[in-house]
């Protein structure tokens, strides 16, 4: 039925102990795990909708035993899944029921920092935010950083393409890394990237960077540091027209201001988080933008003062400037609370996340309140608008027969809708399993093929997390079968870019 | 004796008129060229000192021609070398005696200008200068900015992923495009990258960036177009000690400021130029740095009067801002007729383009001056130092006997150099022909396999650009048992990143 139906088939307990003594022909016996209550708690990521049991979890602490893995599962034909800190949301870790699930979680060191170069060399269980913490002092910090900084890892944000508020000016992961080492399927360490701008050869770099465990799994990251700034500024504007807001994005943009952060909440949206966090939001708006500017005092300063002149001439309704860094923070504090806001008025909610050119934003928000309406479930909108980067919230509750199913549906259609207007289905999530239908309509079959070609030139058994982010053109064609039995053939009416 | 090895055989004039006739299926009879006459002028490109005539020549003017072309030549394994507009210097576009030269002479029409998105659609023969000219009246540019780029086209540019005195602050060729149209070997055409600043799948934007016609053939590509800044303003600075100025390019960086250009001339290289353009440089200086911000004018003025500071604190003897834009213009004049320049005072010269970490310039300056006494050949040296892209030029006589070698083996030491330091091979030019034994040292035999693997990916039987770019591991084989013959094994010494 699909990529995963292997899934369904029970483990062989044979090939499960036989692979389990191989694997501790190296690692230690208490970093092998097959016991249902030790890998119980990998049986699903950040997508906790999609739940698998790993057939063996091992916890390796040096790149030799990442290699031994590697070699083994190879020659056993063992599927492999790498997992960091599995706050993936799109299922890019869950585990495959045949397979090994090889967790980074050991390789949790800072091995260097190198402030005349501006850059660290971490093991890729190192959290996000704990490079920018570890660097502080040199009044450097890592820019990446997504809503869970706090627990992801690097490894993992480099498997996703990780990006955040701040990625619209400092680009998302593949822009802020130098270089990767990488175990191959079959045990080969490889160097990846290297000290310059560019890199002779083809680029590797960016090609491993957001191929979500598919082509290899990363054992050492070195990342770019940048200075702090020296000041940060934030301005909340309020707008009675949803259109309006998105036009003073685009204007912002157009002004030739690349603010560090620029975010657009809808009214559902601020309701919800103005009364967790109580962060003096307005609370009739159409819509707020939050824009941030950083750099030095004097650019800053002449920048915010752009910023508000743009904000009035596209009819914002109010313009603040945080008073101090207190107010600041408190306006963030809304829009960080956001997902924990809505998960308050809601028993489940889905987070969605597209990307569409920043000229759709208001059509597409129409659209989207239009499905609302016909599936009959609420869905508030926050957006890393500067980048076009959706994340509609579909509020449901799974203990109503269906509703988990009607909002996967929906979700699918608002993927769809950001693919009809020349965007694409994935904006810093990944693929995973969530979406590899919608890359059946993202892509050709031209396009799928060069990918299974490319895939193969790393890992030609298939064996490096089977069934994810995508999909075999057997799948696609299910798909698109499935799609006109629902009476609808996407295809057509999909402008290619 | 080596990959180019086959070039040296004739060619069977019997293939050449059925793969012509072939050819002629589709494309007009006078866009398909063989007579000696004919295909002459296609015999080098930038890199003079290798010459060859293609078999045949071709100059399709549409996508579906192109695609005819390509499965001609895979259908008889006939090699096939794409050609923008021939100013590269690596010898990328090179023909191949038993091959097709495919020139996108003719694709040199813009498609599409949207200022709203910031983006335009061009052929891959436009100029990319033209670019800019096409979007200036909208107050838009397109940031790369090779040497050559009033006459070399997109598709090079994406091809040898082009860099510029820019790229320190705006990035390489790879980070100002969005999207392209690709003709693989089997004629089939594959659409890569998209809206997003994240798009879903493998990055093959960037693999096929800076791949030297290695992975297919470019129809069309999508620029990234940026405001054009509303102020620029440069500052020229001399210092008595080379190690100074080095140490003020990273004081620069380091201070938070990212120079829109940030250039550095040598002493040699100086008096070059001065002579020439007479741009008042200080002849007497052990080099100049030229650094140029731009932005609005708050920003330009406040960055400008931080980058005096940190060249006073590094001990430059002299600094001076240009005191209107004819200034500027002359001070850039030196420094842009740098290689004419030293053109008049050598009957030959040689470009060498390495990349090393900015820390390292002092060092490596003074390494080529002493490989230079050695070999008794003058080397000045200019460079984007802002990211450690080195470009020494080799003045030598071709009409000596023995000195182009020499020559070339002087190159070859002075890339080995960079490596040794952790720098890079290319900065902007690409591999080609001219770099390939380097990526013997450069990468190991894993990395190289992994290489392999990719291209194997796009060209299974090896017919786009064969013997470029990526050195065969047999070839590199020899190449290290050419260097323990000449008394040094490099690999041992050269400390991986």
């Known amino acids: 039925m699909s990529d995963l139906a292997s899934q369904t088939q029970p483990v062989k307990q044979a090939d499960k102990q036989a692979v389990a003594a191989a694997l501790r022909e190296v690692l230690p016996p208490e970093a092998v795990l097959y016991d249902e209550e030790d890998v119980r708690p990998y049986e699903c990521d950040g997508l906790s ?76 269980g190192v959290r996000n935010l704990a490079i920018s913490q570890a660097v502080a002092t040199n009044k450097l910090y890592y820019a990446p950083d997504p809503s869970s900084q706090i627990a992801c890892s690097i490894g993992g944000n480099v498997a996703e393409n990780a990006g955040g508020v701040h990625c619209l000016k400092y680009g998302l992961t593949v822009h802020n890394i130098q270089s990767l080492d990488v175990v191959t399927i079959d045990g080969e360490l490889v160097k990846i990237g290297g000290n310059g701008l560019d890199s002779p050869g083809y680029d590797l770099l960016a090609l491993m960077t957001g191929s979500e465990g598919m082509l290899g799994v990363i054992v050492e990251v070195t990342v770019k540091l940048l200075p702090q700034p020296e000041a940060v500024q934030l301005v909340l504007a309020a707008f009675d027209d949803i259109e309006n807001a998105g036009n003073a994005v685009a204007q912002i943009i157009a002004a030739g201001i690349i603010p560090a952060g620029l975010e657009m909440m809808d009214n559902p949206a601020i309701r919800a988080t103005e009364d967790f966090v109580h962060a003096n939001y307005p609370v009739d708006a159409a819509g707020i933008l939050l824009c941030e500017v950083d750099g030095t005092a004097e650019e800053v300063a002449e920048q ?21 860094e207190q107010e600041r923070l408190l306006f963030w504090s809304g829009r960080k609370a956001a997902f924990p806001a809505v998960g308050r008025i809601s028993p489940d909610y889905y987070c969605i996340d597209g990307t569409i050119p920043r000229r759709s934003l208001a059509e597409v928000l129409a659209k989207i309140a239009v499905l609302s309406k016909e599936y009959g479930l609420r869905v508030p909108n926050v957006f890393h608008a500067g980048d ?11 203990n109503h027969p269906g509703e988990l199913e009607r909002t996967e549906d929906l979700a699918g259609k608002i993927l769809e809708l950001c693919i009809a207007v020349g965007g694409t289905i994935t904006g810093e999530h990944g693929v995973g399993v969530e979406k590899i239908n919608q890359m059946c309509l993202q892509f050709d079959k031209a396009e799928l093929t060069q990918f299974h070609a490319v895939k193969a030139a790393f890992d030609p058994q298939g064996l490096l997390n089977p069934g994810k982010a995508v999909p075999t053109l057997h799948r696609c064609a299910e798909f698109g079968a499935m799609h006109v039995h629902g009476g609808k053939l996407p295809h057509p009416d999909i402008p290619r870019f």
Not at 66 to 81: I, L, S
Not at 90 to 97: E, K, R
Not at 311 to 316: F, S, V, Y
């Open 304 to 324: 915010i003062k752009r910023v508000e002149k743009v904000l009035g001439n596209c009819g914002a309704t109010e313009i603040r400037k945080a008073r101090d």
């Open 388 to 398: 076009g980067n959706l994340h509609p919230l579909i509020l449901y509750d799974a």
């Open 49 to 124: 909708a999609y739940r698998k049991l790993p057939m063996i979890v091992v916890l390796p602490d040096t790149v030799a035993q990442v290699q031994h893995v590697m070699r083994v599962c190879n020659e056993r034909k063992v599927p492999v899944v790498a997992r960091g800190a599995g706050t993936g949301l799109s299922g890019g870790a869950l585990p495959h029921p045949e397979g090994v699930l090889l967790s980074l979680a050991k390789f949790n060191r800072i091995l260097e920092i190198d402030t005349a170069n501006c850059i660290a060399r971490v093991q890729p």
